[in-house]
């Protein structure tokens, strides 16, 4: 079993920035992959970034630019440096490791972008 837990959400005004954290229960240097999803209200859950066990780090195309994801082994920890923030990135942002082709959840973290 792997425990994630997210924090930095919060609200913030758009073209503002935010800085998201996952701590992982287990060793992150391990890990096929970690990454972040999120979820508008009434949509459903989209990829945001993943960066693998290799460090190739993958974004969806509207977050691109702006985000960075970022893993910190010795903490078990990874982040998701979030700067230029629109209205449609509100959501909940979720974590999520996969370890030995399994993927564990996050119980998410609530960013809202507005003035």
């Known amino acids: 079993q792997v425990q994630l837990v997210e924090s930095g959400g919060g609200l913030v005004q758009p073209g503002g920035s935010l800085r998201l954290s996952c701590a992982a229960s287990?060793?992150?240097?391990?890990?096929?992959?970690m990454a972040w999803y999120r979820q508008a209200p009434g949509k459903e859950r989209e990829f945001v970034a993943r960066?693998?066990?290799?460090?190739?780090?993958y974004y969806a195309d509207s977050v691109k630019g702006r985000f960075t994801i970022a893993r910190f082994d010795a903490q078990n920890t990874v982040t998701l440096q979030m700067n230029s923030l629109k209205p449609e990135d509100t959501g909940a942002y979720y974590c999520?490791?996969?370890?030995?082709?399994?993927?564990?959840w996050g119980q998410g973290t609530q960013v809202t972008v507005s003035s």
């Open positions: 960066i693998t066990g290799l460090s190739t780090i």
């Open positions: 287990r060793s992150i240097f391990t890990s096929d992959a």
């Open positions: 999520v490791g996969v370890f030995s082709g399994r993927n564990y």
